[in-house]
């Protein structure tokens, strides 16, 4: 073997000569080839295997109901969470309302089935036209201060004068919250048709219940709004059923308010069918809501988002007791001194079953059904103060099984007779109760006559079972609209 030569360039390494010939390098290149062949074939009997494991995972049997359920809820949820913030982002990242401050904005078609009903382009554009207009005149805006000063100084002039801004305030009721939930809606919705802008009693409940609905600003009257002022540019209207009061949805009557900056309004009812009557308003109200019965639907959706407080007390009860449902049972229960018992119970029970919103119960076996390896669940959501109805229920789908083999959950959070906790607390049950109902995918309730109820069927979307208090061998008939019930429009002793 000859010796390597050394480089000329101090810096390069020394080499070792190459005495090898063509043969020899065809030969070395053997074994290589041989070793590339193999690991072909290796990688080929890999790839089969993978396919044929695949295969074997697809084919062989099911994991068990609890598993595809667990599963499939939380498919389903991080799917609506995605969706939900896809359209977020687009339709409700407005500036000014930031996602921290009011989750429930963000996140509440989490627990609600897709609507069918969709908002008009003119409603929203109109919504947005009084987000501005809110802004201008807002509390302690120059425009607001403005209009406030001339009210002091007694000063006569057009609407607004230079500010170019009137209002309503609505002040607090003694109502429940439904029944306050209500008029507030009414009243925005008249400030909208008025151009007004509105402003509701401040107050601890308020703020801890509801978010704020408008971006850079507040809708809360300022306390040291002058209430009792004693001028022509303000009005205190009392809206009940008395002839004198009912005179305020006349066309005549509207014509005079139009000159009141200042309109001081109290109310306990829902008085949206009322603004109908009024002849200026029909066409506005007519591109408005072109259907309808979503009035308070459209309206609940911009005006009543829980703060976080609420929103965490609504998200974990939900979450634990009902998102793995197949369906969901809202079940309302007005309690009287009255209320039988038993009987209530079977007449709920009897119109859960004829209309196949409850499964019917099997009493004569003690045996699951052969069916419960296909079975479907129902979560049951019960509402009502008296905990007699909510046990009664409970007891016959835990004692008996079903006869379609479905599953059957009964749940109720109030299990106090009579709430004896501090007022914020009760109102935050409340409007929890009323928001996890309007998540069911159908509502079954004793009676119409409930604020709490109109507020979750309209907020839900949902028209109601309600129980035939008179004749209950027919057990219950649907709500023809999921608009919250309410007097017959008070239009009388108007001119025509």
């Not at 996602?99 to 908002?119: D, G, N």
């Not at 009812?269 to 259907?291: C, D, G, H, N, R």
């Not at 027919?474 to 025509?496: D, I, V």
């Amino acid at each position: 073997m000859k010796r390597g030569k050394k480089s000329s360039d101090a810096g390069e390494p020394v080499t070792n000569s190459d005495t090898r010939t063509p043969s020899s390098d065809v030969e070395a290149m053997k074994p290589s080839l041989s070793s590339m062949k193999s690991m072909g074939l290796l990688l080929a009997l890999l790839m089969v295997a993978s396919v044929m494991f695949s295969l074997s995972v697809v084919l062989r049997d099911p994991p068990s109901d609890d598993v595809v359920e667990s599963v499939s809820a939380s498919r389903v949820l991080q799917l609506r969470f995605h969706q939900a913030n896809e359209s977020d982002e687009k339709d409700h990242l407005v500036p000014g309302l930031d996602k921290e401050s009011c989750l429930s904005r963000y996140e509440a078609s989490l627990y609600r089935k897709e609507s069918p009903f969709k908002q008009s382009s003119y409603l929203e554009s109109r919504f947005k036209r009084y987000q501005d207009l809110h802004r201008k005149c807002g509390p302690f805006t120059s425009s607001y201060n403005s209009t406030l000063d001339k009210l002091k100084l007694g000063a006569r002039s057009d609407v607004g004068g230079v500010s170019g801004c009137s209002y309503v305030i609505l002040l607090n009721s003694d109502g429940e919250l439904g029944s306050r939930m209500l008029s507030l809606a009414s009243a925005f919705l008249y400030a909208l048709l008025t151009n007004r802008v509105l402003l509701v009693e401040p107050g601890d409940e308020m703020a801890d219940l509801f978010c704020e609905p408008f971006p850079y600003t507040s809708w809360f009257r300022p306390s040291e709004f002058p209430l009792n002022e004693q001028s022509l540019l303000l009005r205190h209207l009392v809206l009940d059923s008395t002839e004198k009061r009912k005179l305020f949805f006349c066309e005549e009557t509207q014509v005079l308010l139009n000159e009141t900056p200042w309109l001081i309004l109290k109310a306990d009812s829902y008085f949206v069918p009322s603004l109908f009557s009024i002849s200026s308003f029909e066409q506005e109200l007519a591109k408005l809501f072109p259907e309808k019965e979503t009035v308070f639907y459209f309206l609940g959706q911009h005006l009543f988002r829980p703060t976080n407080v609420v929103w965490g007390l609504i998200t974990r009860y939900y979450s634990a007791y009902l998102a793995r449902a197949d369906k969901r049972i809202g079940i309302h229960i007005e309690v009287s001194a009255a209320s039988n018992d038993q009987q209530g119970v079977e007449q709920i029970l009897s119109c859960g079953v004829r209309h196949e919103l409850l499964p019917e119960v099997d009493k004569e076996r003690h045996l699951p059904s052969s069916q419960v390896l296909n079975r479907k669940s129902k979560a049951v959501f019960i509402s009502s103060s008296s905990p007699g109805y909510f046990e009664s229920i409970r007891d016959v789908y835990w004692e008996n099984p079903t006869v379609t083999g479905e599953i059957v959950s009964v749940h109720n959070p109030s299990r106090i007779e009579y709430q004896k906790t501090q007022r914020n607390m009760e109102s935050r049950r409340a409007w929890t109760e009323i928001y996890l109902l309007s998540c069911s995918d159908v509502l079954l309730v004793t009676s119409p006559w409930s604020s709490l109820v109109d507020v979750a069927h309209g907020l839900g979307g949902l028209k109601p079972w309600v129980l035939n208090e008179t004749d209950h061998d027919s057990f219950c008939t649907r709500a023809r609209s999921m608009e919250p019930c309410s007097p017959n429009p008070w239009s009388h002793g108007c001119k025509h």
